[in-house]
């Protein structure tokens, strides 16, 4: 493709308000791997009450935890994500994986004639 | 699907850099129906230099013109799209139409568990 043109989305789920997407998700997987909240949030450069508000706004939508505090709590302590969390963040990252492959088909298709 | 969770996508192109996106697609099709790039601009509460700098940058990006300016260019002239950028966005809107079926497709499937 000329200059390298190529699509790039940003994929987000909404109920009524945005309530999932890349933020949340990355902050979910660094839980998985810092085992804390407030360690994920540090490595994103990210406050951590934001962290905090960030999933509690995705856990009201969603209707389910996220994260499951084994201690301390709101002020840091471990975080893991419950079980419906690795469920759904993995139905995000799929949906997400193959949604950028349809992308990258249908793109060559709608713009074969920038070529 | 349980509380209306559905997805929302954000399309955008790059080439080295973000090159094309909703709002260079609003513009566009707003000069269509205004024909002049100051209309359109003020319809979308637009800084005129703003909607003047974000058409630039994407024509640099993609090495054609996007707006043919009838009369007084840069200071708010009449303008109407290239036959280039006509071309450009009937493909830029198919494939949001066509990529955002497939996620609702997509989406149904990857989160079946979710109902």
Chains 1, 2 share one sequence.
Not at 8 to 25: E, M, N, S
Not at 96 to 101: I, K, P, T, V
């Amino acid at each position: 493709m000329k200059n390298d043109l190529h699509p790039g989305l940003t994929i987000r789920l909404f109920t009524d308000q945005k309530c999932f997407g890349p933020g949340v998700a990355e902050l979910l997987h660094r839980v998985e791997t810092e085992h804390s909240l407030r360690a994920a949030a540090g490595a994103m450069e990210m406050a951590y009450s934001k962290a905090w508000r960030i999933v509690r706004t995705a856990e009201e939508a969603l209707g389910f935890r996220l994260l499951h505090s084994s201690t301390g709590g709101k002020n840091g302590g471990g975080a893991t994500l419950t079980p419906e969390a690795r469920q759904f963040l993995e139905a995000y990252d799929r949906f997400c994986e193959e949604l950028n492959a349809q992308a990258d088909s249908l793109f060559r298709s709608c713009f074969a004639f920038y070529q």
